[in-house]
């Protein structure tokens, strides 16, 4: 009885994900490399997602929490925080809220970035705060020039 209800939770928590994605299932076959079929059959709670469903929309979806998905625990999204433009930009991990390191290979290239554009302008009495990069998988990264912002 428990695996039928947690099916349809599953299913519920696919159906918002395609919502907020704006993806038909469809789409959403086309992007996972599965069969559309595969998406009518979870959606409708005929099946429930196997772990390489799961792990092509992990794959396909970096920001997706899948813990959310599988218990609806947390957030739909993991959450990336930074809080300056010279610490380590870290992703929140959903199960206890402690902050995870990214990879300095980003961090890396945002450092090639700021050493080439913290050049010295006169004249002008503003000064960048913050840059956000957003990147065509929908994350996203906070730059901030100081640590109080």
């Known amino acids: 009885m428990q695996s039928i209800k947690t099916k349809a939770m599953v299913n519920e928590r696919l159906l918002k994900l395609m919502e907020q994605e704006k993806l038909t299932a469809a789409k959403l076959a086309d992007i996972l490399e599965v069969q559309p079929s595969a998406i009518s059959h ?48 870290t992703t929140l991990n959903p199960k ?7 990879t300095n290979e980003n961090n890396d290239e945002a450092q090639k970035i700021v050493k080439v554009t913290n050049v010295n302008i006169p004249n002008i009495a503003r000064a960048v705060k913050q840059i956000v990069f957003i990147y065509s998988d929908n994350t996203f990264e906070i730059y901030s020039t100081s640590k109080s912002d």
């Open 42 to 89: 979870i959606i409708s709670g005929r099946n429930k997602p196997s772990f390489d469903f799961i792990q092509k929309l992990a794959v396909k979806f970096p920001r997706l929490n899948v813990d959310w998905l599988i218990t609806g625990k947390g957030n739909m999204y993991k959450v990336a925080v930074q809080q300056s433009l010279f610490d380590q930009p």
């Open 96 to 102: 206890n809220d402690t902050p995870k390191q990214k």
